[in-house]
């Protein structure tokens, strides 16, 4: 069983949509990654965080320690937001990061 | 500023072969790692390095050796390629502590 869980695994929205995307781990962390990866292409760095919440233009994540839960939002979602995303938790150790399996979008004009 | 650089971008070995992929990095970061991605599996890490001239296994390290002479460079070893190595490797550089991780644009491996 991966230590990192994200859901859905697909997801179809329709342009304008308010997306979310969820990532659930087991195990403790000092921080979480979010990352996008384009189709063919390669690995973004979105945010990187470890309490609270961070927003960057139309992208807002979010993180719940206790619940070990974190969760990607998307307002206004945009064909060019088709993409996979990707969370990663940084562990205790502080130097491996433990990858969900990615969420693949895709936003329909 | 280039981040993370990563060669080549494509190569196709014949089984048995044996290739050295490069990774680069300019940010002086102390942490360097080796991904492979594969359909359905998500990010394996293969090896790692937390610093010059010290690296690690990682969940996949069979059939792959690797060395740090330098800080910013982290060389993947194939020694007697296989078609199970067929995969897209990925790159990753970070600083200590809970910097974010910059990725280089992948190398597409294909094993006939």
């Known amino acids: 069983k991966n230590e990192v869980e994200q859901s859905p695994q697909n997801l179809t929205a329709q342009e304008g949509e308010f997306i979310t995307i969820n990532c659930s781990y087991s195990?403790?962390?000092?921080?979480l990654h979010w990352l996008q990866q384009h189709p063919g292409g390669g690995i973004v760095s979105l945010f990187m965080l470890s309490s609270g919440k961070k927003k960057h233009g139309r992208l807002i994540a979010t993180i719940n320690i206790q619940e070990k839960h974190s969760s990607l939002h998307i307002t206004a979602s945009h064909p060019r937001d088709s993409a996979v995303y990707i969370c990663a938790a940084l562990g205790g150790s502080n130097y491996k990061l433990t990858f969900g399996k990615g969420t693949l979008l895709t936003v329909n004009p | 500023n280039a981040g993370v650089t990563q060669t080549p971008k494509f190569r196709v070995l014949k089984t048995g072969q044996s290739m050295t992929l490069l990774c680069a990095q300019d940010?002086?970061?102390?942490?360097m790692y080796w991904y492979r991605q594969d359909p359905g599996m998500g990010l394996r890490l293969i090896h790692y390095?937390?610093?010059?001239?010290?690296?690690a296994k990682g969940e996949v390290p069979d059939g792959y050796n690797v060395s740090r002479l330098k800080k910013q460079n982290f060389l993947l070893g194939l020694e007697s390629a296989a078609p199970s190595q067929t995969s897209v490797y990925f790159c990753?550089?970070?600083?200590?502590?809970?910097?974010?991780?910059?990725f280089g644009q992948g190398t597409r491996l294909t094993v006939v």
């Open positions: 940010m002086n970061h102390e942490y």
């Open positions: 990753a550089s970070r600083q200590q502590g809970g910097a974010e991780a910059f």
């Open positions: 390095s937390v610093g010059e001239g010290t690296t």
């Open positions: 195990v403790g962390i000092s921080a």
